[in-house]
Structures are given as structure tokens and as C-alpha cells.
């Protein structure tokens, strides 16, 4: 099956002051497999809503290639099967909230009043349907385009910043939502800010700084940590010292061990020694990276901010590994 949004080498320019060309898009190569959420994630700037436009065909590329759904970006058919939320949707404001999803209906050449009330009623709106959008909140608004974007019942829809600016509750509805999206089938571009939503729902993601992708896999894959904690208790003292080789950190308090050990150096020993020895074992849990520290070492490393960005980092890790050295 071919990929749901290929780009090779793909590059934008802009001609900017004094008619020097400024790159925002710099030979960008993203691949998105059909049926995944897809985060795309960047800094203010870095290229993200540019990316999506020309994958739209809103815009043209400078150079390079984009395709989506297997056809050429802005292909007419693939169009049919595709689509879009803007990070800032403009709507009528005099308009109700079934007036609007009339208005994109016909637009779709769709004919189907019972559609467009029943999308209304998956994002939670039947009882607001008939009030002027000028009276929805930020986030009833956002899920009018969510329902809006359903109209075609597409294959691949692209979300730019779905969940920017809502509360937490609302925060959990769009994410349920795209996450629902996925088990219908559908595949989900989103480029969002809001790191923890992307930990949660993304299968893949990419990471683009100043125009270029820094990072790009399976989130599994980028954030795993290749670390293992293991939290035991009944364990004399000489058995935790022998555990305590190359850079595996040991700390003891009373009978009470905790063992942070590389993935390879074999952590299934140590289990079974405390085992065989009497011991407990109390937790064994496999160390993740968070996404935020692996986005900031990766558009951080040549900015200004990095100084002031890493300094915050350590100083948040200098109490663990204080205790650990215990
Ligand atoms: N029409 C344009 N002419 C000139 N420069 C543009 C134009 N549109 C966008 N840019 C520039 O392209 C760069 C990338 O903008 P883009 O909107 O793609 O960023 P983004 O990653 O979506 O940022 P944000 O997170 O703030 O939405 C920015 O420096 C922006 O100023
Ligand atoms: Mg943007």
C-alpha cells in the first residue's frame, strides 16, 4: 500500500526583503503510513503550517516532491478523500452551527441534513447547533471544524493545532475523538504544540526546527530510554553491592533497593539473583524520555534558549542522581 503522505527533498522559499530568498521548508523528506496518528512537531516558525499547505496544494513547493494518498499534492481526486482544519478557522460568525455545516456540505456537493446533525452530535453540539457561532467558546468552535472535517468521511485528515488553547476536558474530547478517527481507519496529520496530547495519541512523529526535520519514528522508538528501574525489597547489602558495576546506579535505604541498569547490561540477572537471594521484587519499569526533553534537546541545540533550556534540565535531574549516589 502506498504511503498516506510522501515528501522527498521538498523545499520552500519566500522572497523577503531586498529580494534575498528565505528557505522555511529545507529539503524536508517525511513519510506517514496509512491508518497512524502523525505528529509534526516544531517551534513557533519552524515550517509546520507551510509543510501542510503545500501538501494541500494551497501553496507550491519551491522544489522537491509531495504526494498524498499516492497522488501528486493538489491532485483534485485526492482532494475528494482528504481534509483540513486550520489553525485559525475563520466561520460567519451570524451563522448557526448547522448552517455552517451546510454551507461546507454543499460546498462537498453533499446533500444530507441528517449528516451534518449527526457529526454535530458526535463532537457534542445537538444542543447548540441552532446558536450563532459568535456565542461558541474557542473550544465548541474547534469542534465544529472537527465535524466539519468529517463531512467527506475522509481517508487523511489534517489537523493543525487541534487542541490550541482549550481547557483539559476539551483537551480529552478532540483527543478521544482523533484517536477514534484512527480505529475507523483514517489516517491523522497533526501538527500540534501540546506535547502531552502528542505523547498520548501519536503512533509516529517528526520533529522540524528552522525548516528541517531533526527527529522523524515511531514514538516508542524516540522516547525509549534504553534504562530499567527495578525497585526491590528483603535485600541485604553485600547482594546490592554486587550489582553495583559499570554505570549501574544502586541505591539503598534499610533493606530497600532500587536499581537504575542499562536495558543490555541484563537486568533479568539481577531479578532472579534477588529472587534466588529472598528478596521482593517490587516494580520493574522500563525508563521512558519524555517527549519534551527529546523536543527541546532537538530544536534547542543551536538556539540561544539552550543555555537557559538545559540549565532547567539539570537542575531538575541534580535531587535524583543526589539520591541515587546514596
Ligand atoms: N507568505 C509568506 N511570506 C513570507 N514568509 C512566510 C510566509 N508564510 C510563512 N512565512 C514564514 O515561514 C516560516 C514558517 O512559517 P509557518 O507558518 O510554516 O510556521 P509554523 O511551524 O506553522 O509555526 P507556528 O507554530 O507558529 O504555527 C515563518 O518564518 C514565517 O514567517
Ligand atoms: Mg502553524
Known amino acids: ?48 503550517t507551510t509543510t501542510i499547505k503545500i501538501l494541500l496544494g494551497i501553496i507550491y513547493q519551491t522544489s522537491g516532491e509531495a504526494s498524498v494518498l499516492g497522488r501528486e499534492a493538489g491532485d483534485i481526486e485526492a482532494h475528494k478523500e482528504l481534509s483540513y482544519l486550520p489553525e485559525k478557522p475563520y466561520y460567519y460568525e451570524h451563522m448557526t ?37 459568535s456565542q461558541y467558546s474557542k473550544g465548541m468552535q474547534q469542534r465544529v471544524g472537527l465535524a466539519q472535517s468529517l463531512l467527506n468521511d475522509p481517508k487523511l485528515l489534517f489537523l493543525d493545532e487541534p487542541t490550541g488553547g482549550l481547557d483539559p476536558i476539551a483537551h480529552i ?12 481507519g483514517k489516517t491523522v496529520f497533526i501538527s500540534s504544540h501540546e506535547l502531552s496530547d502528542v505523547e498520548r495519541i501519536c503512533d509516529r512523529v517528526a520533529i522540524i526546527n528552522k525548516g528541517e526535520i531533526v527527529k522523524q519514528g515511531r514514538l516508542d522508538d524516540l522516547l525509549a530510554g534504553g534504562r530499567v528501574e527495578i525497585t526491590a525489597g528483603s535485600v541485604k547489602q553485600e547482594l546490592a553491592d554486587r550489582f553495583r558495576t559499570g554505570d549501574t ?61 538545559m540549565g532547567r534540565m539539570t537542575e531538575k535531574k541534580a535531587p535524583a542522581e543526589e539520591t541515587a549516589s546514596n
Do not use: H, W
Not at 103 to 113: C, N, T
Not at 255 to 275: H, K, L, T, W
Open 97 to 133: 452551527g448547522l448552517e455552517i455545516m451546510r454551507f461546507y456540505a454543499d460546498l462537498f456537493g453533499i446533500k444530507d441534513e441528517e449528516l451534518c446533525k449527526r457529526l454535530l452530535n458526535r463532537v457534542n453540539l445537538s444542543t447548540d447547533m441552532n446558536r450563532p457561532i
Open 249 to 309: 546506579v544502586v541505591s539503598m535505604k534499610d533493606d530497600r533497593v532500587i536499581i537504575d541498569i542499562d536495558e543490555e547490561a541484563g537486568p533479568n540477572e539481577v531479578i532472579s539473583a534477588i529472587v534466588g537471594a529472598g528478596g521482593v521484587i517490587n516494580s520493574v519499569i522500563p525508563r521512558r524520555i519524555r517527549l519534551e526533553d527529546l523536543f527541546l534537546e532537538s530544536v534547542a541545540m543551536d538556539n540561544q534558549a539552550k543555555g537557559r533550556v
Open 173 to 184: 474530547e478532540i483527543r478521544d475523538l482523533i484517536l477514534q478517527f484512527r480505529d475507523e
Open 1 to 48: 500500500m502506498s504511503l498516506a503522505i510522501e515528501t522527498k527533498q521538498l523545499v520552500k522559499t519566500y522572497s523577503g526583503r531586498k529580494g534575498k530568498e528565505i528557505t522555511v521548508v529545507n529539503g524536508i523528506d517525511l513519510q506517514v503510513e496509512p491508518g497512524e496518528i502523525f505528529g509534526f512537531l516544531g517551534p513557533n516558525g519552524a515550517g509546520k
